[in-house]
């Protein structure tokens, strides 16, 4: 059974960094592509990021990009999110998901249950 | 950026009705890349459909999915208890990944 368990969120000034962490079991992780997608409370949900299974490709939406690293460590079966200078409009619950295939231009078929950000003074 | 929009904002329905969510891409979808989630309060979303039209592991067949290039339909033939929910579009042919604004099932 595939799951993933986000973990590392919380409540953080506006400016600071955060990383979250995504641990994934049920499948040959490094086959996959991963990427994070958040929800604003109340909002629809914003693709974040996306990471291939080598780790070689990544891709950033732009309201992220230079502010937000993806990472995994294929050993520890672990996707990362650094986050830094972050932005009131960065609040959300920010969700990892497996991709179909190896790259992440593919949907998402398994979720994690996601983890509160909430960035404020 | 592909925008996607999705109508209608919500659907008023009963139990055994058929409903019918759209979602217009504002421009071409690569390869049909088209994807539709259900995602119930509290809850993550789940995948539903995949390539405009493949039902995931375990979706069971009321939910269909049709359309190409810029059109595209999401369709639930007949409405289970289980259903009411909120229904995403996304886009995964061209970057950025984009998700539709969403389309809210509700009981009637």
């Known amino acids: 059974e595939v799951q993933l368990l986000e973990s590392g969120g919380g409540m953080v000034q506006p400016g600071g960094s955060l990383r979250l962490s995504c641990a994934a079991s049920?499948?040959?992780?490094?086959?996959?592509?991963m990427g994070w997608v958040r929800q604003a409370p109340g909002k629809g949900l914003e693709w974040v990021s996306g990471l291939s299974g080598g780790g070689a490709s990544t891709d950033y939406a732009d309201s992220v990009k230079g502010r937000f690293t993806i990472s995994r460590d294929n050993s520890k079966n672990t996707l990362y999110l650094q986050m830094n200078s972050l932005r009131v409009e960065d609040t959300a619950v920010y969700y990892c998901a497996k991709c179909k295939g190896g790259t992440c231009y593919s949907a998402f078929d398994y979720w994690g249950p996601g983890t509160l950000v909430t960035v404020s003074s | 950026e592909i925008v996607l929009t999705q109508s209608p904002g919500t659907l008023s329905l009963s139990p055994g009705e058929r409903a019918t969510l759209s979602c217009r891409a504002s421009q071409s979808v690569s390869s049909n890349y088209l994807a539709w989630y259900q995602q119930k309060p509290g809850q993550a979303p789940r995948l539903l459909i995949s390539?405009?039209?493949f039902r995931a592991t375990g979706i069971p067949d009321r939910f269909s999915g049709s359309g190409s290039g810029t059109d595209f339909t999401l369709t639930i033939s007949r409405l289970e208890p289980e259903d009411f929910a909120v229904y995403y579009c996304?886009?995964?042919?061209?970057?950025?990944?984009?998700f539709g604004g969403g389309t809210k099932v509700e009981i009637k």
């Open positions: 390539g405009t039209s």
């Open positions: 996304q886009q995964y042919g061209k970057s950025p990944l984009t």
């Open positions: 049920g499948f040959t992780f490094n086959i996959y592509a």
